[in-house]
């Protein structure tokens, strides 16, 4: 009897991911974020869905998210 042995490669851990926030000028509504939050975002970063006003009627931000670099 023989005994072989074998290895299995453990893949490394995925990079951490980091969330921006984006400042995008005022955004009215979700349909508004739709059209504006992704142009923002610039690879390797992508929108996730994520936006809030910070000053009513001047400022919002777009939350860009993406691997660590």
């Given at each position: 009897?023989?005994?072989?042995?074998?290895?299995?490669?453990?893949?490394?851990?995925?990079?951490?991911?980091?969330?921006?926030?984006?400042?995008?000028?005022?955004?009215?509504?979700?349909?508004?974020?739709?059209?504006?939050?992704?142009?923002?975002?610039?690879?390797?970063?992508?929108?996730?869905?994520?936006?809030?006003?910070?000053?009513?009627?001047?400022m919002s931000?777009?939350?860009?998210?993406?691997?660590?670099r």
């Amino acid at each position: 009897m023989s005994v072989c042995e074998c290895e299995t490669p453990v893949a490394p851990p995925p990079p951490p991911i980091v969330k921006t926030a984006v400042e995008a000028g005022p955004i009215w509504n979700n349909d508004d974020a739709k059209g504006k939050c992704p142009k923002l975002c610039l690879p390797p970063t992508r929108w996730n869905g994520q936006w809030w006003t910070t000053v009513q009627g001047k400022m919002s931000v777009c939350e860009c998210e993406g691997p660590q670099r």
